[in-house]
């Protein structure tokens, strides 16, 4: 059997596979073994993966973060509110109008803006998202040409791409238990930063390919996501028991009050001081009458028998209330640490957090990188989709490079670091001020303030652009021949 028949044999391939992938021998039957177990492997784990987030995907909390994440990242900006422009460049490095425009209609036609919105809370949560692309490349002028649909229907445990050096090579694709490849034309493959898994195939080049799997914004933190949900709805329930928790009072009765007679002596009490409680639950449209009786229930007491000798009644005490103050805290220190987790500033639900403004700073670069991380996935994913059309229109003369996207909703980590370093440099300003200070408060020890205030400049220079401090002009009762006299500073 020849290599061709061997991977069909295997794969029941509907077309050849990539040459340069499986150039084997022809006669090692044993060539894609390897791969085989890896796609299953992966298949088995992403299925698993899938379901843990299902039951989390719906939760407020998890949705309130990744709406956050796209509020921020594809916030459209300018009179046109859109949320990218495209440019195409050519072989000088200069736009190509006459091709931009024809990719801007294409954008236009297909609404991409709006799609891209649409997918990116599912890309968030799952980590990758796959579009199934109808291509038509009939020579017909009068045929429209490139991509003529786009399909939504992928489901993501049955296809993996193939990586090849830094871009895709092809998907296999599970179809009914049986492996097929698709050529990277078929589909699009948006990504998170993602796993790398790589898989010996015993090619003649030696050369391994790579499954790539992405990873999900909230998958770090699910099991602080569980526990949140657990605990707030848990809250509520404790609340109501505690709010329709009976009192109990007990009223004394002569110690020879038949058991029957003393019953019927609390259920007297009973209606003197509780109304009747009647909730009609067959009633479809009474939630307005159960709220009301719900109300009416708070406080309700129930009287027992207390055998003695004098009829008083007697609060008895079973139970405290509960004290809902730590699991409050508990679940505030939750959310501060999932978002922490996720990326996302925890200032967001805590305006009075008295942390560090530094730590802040730096909590909001890690966000700004987090942002331009999920921008950057969707320019992969969109740069891929372009191509596949220009190159499917004619435009063979292009690449992946040459196709700039810029999202209008400008992220600059730059002046975030920048004062985060501000932040630091002050804040060792302040301690050898302190510590200039404690040595000027010796006796024995005379503080050279012009090499002091010459050191600041030096330090805060490459920031500000200039000298922050200067000198004191010199009075007339300065020692000025002495470079170590205390000399003020301004």
């Known amino acids: 059997m020849n290599f061709s028949g061997i991977v069909k044999k295997i794969f029941n391939w509907t077309a050849y596979p990539d040459p340069a992938t499986f150039a084997v021998l022809e006669q090692n039957s044993e060539i894609n073994k390897n791969l085989i177990i890896k796609f299953f492997n992966i298949n088995e784990n992403k299925q698993s993966i899938i379901s843990e987030i299902n039951e989390l995907k719906d939760f407020y909390f998890t949705q309130m973060m990744v709406d956050r994440f796209i509020d921020d990242a594809l916030n459209p900006a300018g009179s046109d509110q859109h949320i990218f422009k495209v440019s195409i460049k050519n072989q000088d490095g200069k736009e190509d109008k006459v091709t931009t425009k024809f990719i801007q209609d294409f954008i236009d036609e297909f609404n991409i803006e709006r799609f891209l919105v649409d997918i990116a809370g599912d890309l968030l949560i799952y980590g990758e998202y796959f579009l199934r692309l109808d291509i038509n490349v009939d020579q017909d002028k009068n045929i429209k040409k490139g991509i003529i649909n786009i399909h939504d229907d992928v489901d993501p445990t049955n296809i993996i791409p193939v990586f090849r050096d830094s871009d895709i090579s092809y998907f296999i694709i599970n179809k009914k238990g049986k492996l097929i490849n698709e050529q990277p034309s ?107 009786k719900l109300s009416e229930k708070v406080g309700q007491v129930k009287v027992i028998p207390n055998f003695g000798d004098k009829g008083t009644l007697e609060k008895q005490e079973l139970t405290q209330t509960s004290d809902y103050n730590d699991v409050a805290q508990k679940i505030l220190d939750l959310r501060k ?154």
């Open 186 to 292: 078929k589909y699009v493959y948006f990504s998170l930063p993602s796993n790398r898994i790589k898989v010996t195939i015993n090619t003649e080049d030696n050369k391994a390919i790579y499954f790539r799997m992405g990873k999900s914004i909230i998958y770090p933190a699910l099991g602080l996501l569980k526990e949140l949900k657990l605990l707030e709805s848990i809250v509520p329930i404790k609340f109501i028991n505690n709010a329709l928790k009976t009192s109990l009072i007990s009223v004394s009765v002569p110690s020879t009050t038949r058991p029957q007679d003393a019953i019927e002596i609390t259920k007297t009490y009973e209606k003197m001081i509780n109304n009747s409680l009647k909730i009609d639950v067959n009633n479809k449209n009474n939630s307005n009458q159960i709220l009301k």
């Open 337 to 490: 640490i999932i978002l922490t987790t996720v990326g996302i500033p925890s200032s967001i639900i805590d305006d009075n957090n008295p942390s560090l403004k530094s730590d802040a700073i730096k909590e909001h670069i890690r966000y700004s990188r987090k942002l331009k991380s999920i921008q950057n996935s969707l320019k992969e994913g969109l740069k891929r989709l372009i191509l596949i059309h220009l190159i499917n229109n004619g435009f063979m003369n292009f690449i992946k490079d040459d196709i700039d996207i810029q999202f209008l909703n400008v992220l600059n980590t730059d002046d975030l670091e920048k004062l985060e370093y501000v932040d630091l440099m002050v804040s060792m300003m302040d301690n050898m001020k302190s510590f200039i200070e404690d040595i000027n408060n010796d006796a024995f020890a005379k503080i050279n303030y012009n090499e002091y205030i010459k050191f600041i400049n030096n330090s805060l220079e490459n920031i500000i652009g200039f000298n922050l401090l200067s000198p004191k002009p010199k009075s007339s009762n300065s020692d000025s021949d002495n470079p170590d006299s205390d000399q003020g500073y301004s």
